[in-house]
């Protein structure tokens, strides 16, 4: 994703009331997002098919919020850069 679309949910996440110790329901911590966590209820269907589904596969490393893919931007959407992908912030 660009710089551009990072720079947007990074300012997303600053105005929000949520955090890492008060986390929203679907960042990667929370209620519904720790689901699509590779341990987490849908994450495990992926592991399990394998390939493409997999935490390291194609459509599978999207949900992996510490990257730079579709979960990273909305984890730094809802909570602020807390996993900053696409960031020199590690």
Do not use: Y
């Not at 341990?39 to 390939?51: H, L, N, R």
């Not at 194609?58 to 979960?71: L, N, P, T, V």
């Amino acid at each position: 994703m660009t710089d551009k679309t990072t720079s947007t949910a990074d300012k997303l996440g600053a105005k929000k009331a949520t955090n890492p110790e008060n986390p929203s329901i679907i960042s990667s911590e929370g209620a519904i997002g720790k689901q699509f966590n590779p341990e987490g209820a849908i994450g495990k269907i992926g592991e399990k098919i394998g390939g493409p589904l997999s935490k390291e596969g194609m459509i599978g490393s999207q949900f992996d919020a510490s990257k730079g893919g579709i979960a990273g931007h909305v984890e730094r959407a809802v909570d602020g850069p807390r996993n900053p992908s696409g960031s020199s912030r590690q």
